[in-house]
């Protein structure tokens, strides 16, 4: 049998107590508890404070999972929200509200410069609508309104760099699928190039020039398991999801991004949390429960990340995810 040194070309050294600063991959004894313990990179939900008001189809956007803010959104009964709640890591405050009530909005940037384009606004006629939005930490202030007027479309990057991926038009009421993809530079909007195929409830992650579009759901058909690289002027096919969903929450960069929650055709709503590293999608740690149509923190970094809201019927439930470092211990005394 091989020894540890042999594969990993060291010996396992022991401490009387653990390593201050252990490294990701280093192993030791404790000759105290005797114990072999190791630090290894471990995925894991939590829960975070509830939201003011349950509701899904809310825009989010944020930094991490200690600075998010979310906004608008639906619930039944209850209809359509303009209400804005901002989180510290621990619980949620009221924001400045929406112009108007809408959801299913392209969702971009921070806390504190966040953008909402495009949405669904229900009955009457037009469903859906071209405007922007723009917060600053306290206050919506209208922007250049979308060229193509479209709800439940995908949303990244910053409030001055943004992209508004796919969507559905007003004819049929919100099932005509689009394809359109538009640029936002703080000001206006600038057709790109579309997608290679007509979607909604899809979830974009990265920047304009390196965004990641994930799943989807397309009309006639099933939902959209495949994921797409665009580099700002070019999609190119990036690795299947795992389990066809649409609807879910994601955040990361085109490289190293997560997909949690949504819908599947088959199914109805999951729970599922998906890993993508630049080449391949893999399973990871599940939220506690279903949900679909959640808001996450968008630009969060694919190891620190939040899930808030969602339905149906609508939740207040927010789960922070964390991917790091973390002591195990592989024996006992």
């Given at each position: 049998m091989s020894t540890f040194k042999e594969i990993a070309g060291r010996n396992i050294r022991s401490y009387t107590t653990d390593p201050a600063n252990p490294q990701e991959g280093q192993i030791w004894y404790n000759s105290t508890s005797q114990v072999l313990k190791g630090e290894v990179l471990l995925a894991a939900w939590s829960s975070g404070g509830n939201l003011g008001t349950a509701r899904y189809q809310l825009g989010g956007a944020g930094d991490s999972n200690s600075a998010a803010v979310v906004?608008?959104?639906?619930?039944?009964?209850?209809?359509?929200?303009?209400?804005?709640?901002?989180?510290?890591?621990?619980?949620?405050?009221?924001?400045?509200?929406?112009?108007?009530?809408?959801?299913?909005?392209?969702?971009?940037?921070?806390?504190?410069?966040?953008?909402?384009?495009?949405?669904?606004?229900?009955s009457p006629p037009p469903f859906v609508v071209a405007t922007t939005e723009e917060y600053d930490g306290a206050t919506w202030t209208a922007g250049g309104a979308l060229n193509t007027k479209r709800g439940f479309l995908g949303g990244c990057g910053l409030q001055t760099a943004a992209l508004a991926v796919g969507g559905a038009s007003d004819i049929p009421a919100w099932v005509n699928d689009v394809t359109n993809v538009e640029s936002y530079n703080g000001t206006s909007w600038t057709n790109g190039t579309a997608?290679?195929?007509?979607?909604?409830?899809?979830?974009?992650?990265?920047?304009?020039?390196?965004?990641?579009?994930?799943?989807?759901?397309?009309?006639?058909?099933?939902?959209?398991?495949?994921?797409?690289?665009?580099?700002?002027?070019?999609?190119?096919?990036?690795?299947?999801?795992?389990?066809?969903?649409?609807?879910?929450?994601?955040?990361?960069?085109?490289?190293?991004?997560?997909?949690?929650?949504?819908?599947?055709?088959?199914?109805?709503?999951?729970?599922?949390?998906?890993?993508?590293?630049?080449?391949?999608?893999?399973?990871?740690?599940?939220?506690?429960?279903?949900?679909?149509?959640?808001?996450?923190?968008?630009?969060?970094?694919?190891?620190?990340?939040?899930?808030?809201?969602?339905?149906?019927?609508?939740?207040?439930?927010?789960?922070?995810?964390?991917?790091?470092?973390?002591?195990?211990?592989?024996t006992t005394s």
């Open positions: 906004f608008g959104g639906y619930s039944v009964p209850g209809g359509g929200f303009t209400n804005t709640e901002e989180y510290d890591g621990s619980s949620w405050t009221a924001g400045g509200s929406l112009p108007a009530q809408k959801r299913g909005m392209a969702n971009a940037g921070t806390q504190t410069a966040a953008l909402s384009g495009g949405g669904f606004n229900g997608l290679p195929q007509a979607q909604r409830a899809n979830r974009p992650v990265g920047t304009t020039t390196a965004a990641l579009n994930i799943g989807g759901l397309k009309s006639p058909g099933p939902g959209v398991q495949s994921s797409q690289e665009y580099d700002g002027s070019t999609w190119t096919a990036a690795g299947n999801i795992i389990t066809t969903r649409y609807g879910g929450g994601a955040s990361g960069i085109q490289t190293s991004a997560i997909f949690f929650g949504g819908s599947t055709p088959a199914s109805g709503q999951s729970a599922d949390t998906e890993r993508y590293d630049g080449t391949s999608w893999a399973s990871d740690i599940s939220l506690s429960s279903v949900r679909f149509n959640n808001a996450s923190s968008i630009s969060s970094p694919s190891f620190n990340s939040l899930s808030a809201g969602g339905g149906a019927p609508a939740t207040a439930v927010t789960e922070e995810y964390t991917f790091a470092p973390t002591t195990q211990t592989f």
